[in-house]
């Protein structure tokens, strides 16, 4: 992935939905740790359950477009999550479905949150927001979800139990930070 970074490809969606084909998304973890849960999303496009989110614009750096996209698709402000700051926890590369398939490289930061403050979904993008269980996949909704969403389960309660310090060393931070 450092390659493609580095490459001098376009990393960024010039036209939607799927140009370049290959192009950076983000994704918004909302983790309210009193009741160890996250929120999702039912997707209305993406006919999926997923976290909010969204395309990071050109030249945008991708921690002010989750900051954004948690605005324009909730109305809210969080702070970044105590254990994992303002770096990407977690990295995937995901072919979408649909007609207009395309490649997202989504970084997936993590904030924290409480599941009982008010937001306002933008019900043009969702159908449901829904609290889950971290520790209780059963407890989930049936439907779709992002293919790596267990691994990042597994990675994000490994985090929270206490299991290690987290790093991510993706070249996203301004020379100098």
């Known amino acids: 992935m450092l390659e493609w970074i580095d490459s001098g490809a376009q990393l960024f969606r010039l ?23 996250i929120m999702i999303v039912d997707h209305l496009l993406a006919q999926a359950w997923l976290f909010p989110g969204g395309q990071v614009d050109d030249l945008e750096d991708p921690r ?50 409480d599941r009982n403050a008010p937001i306002t ?18 407890a989930w909704p049936d439907g779709a979800y992002d293919p790596g969403l267990e691994r990042f389960l597994g990675k994000l309660r490994a985090c929270l139990d206490g299991g290690g310090e987290h790093r991510f060393t993706g070249g996203l931070r301004p020379a100098g930070a």
């Open 15 to 37: 036209e939607k939905p799927s140009t370049p084909p290959r192009h950076l998304a983000v994704y918004a973890v909302l983790i309210d740790d009193l009741t160890r849960s």
């Open 121 to 138: 979904p933008d019900r043009r993008e969702f159908g449901e927001v829904q609290w889950v269980p971290i520790d209780d996949r059963h």
């Open 64 to 113: 002010s477009a989750v900051c954004r996209e948690l605005m324009e698709e909730l109305r809210i402000s969080p702070a970044f999550h105590p254990q994992t700051g303002d770096i990407p926890f977690f990295l995937t590369v995901t072919r979408t479905r649909g007609r207009h398939s395309h490649t997202d490289v989504t970084l997936w930061f993590c904030y924290s949150a």
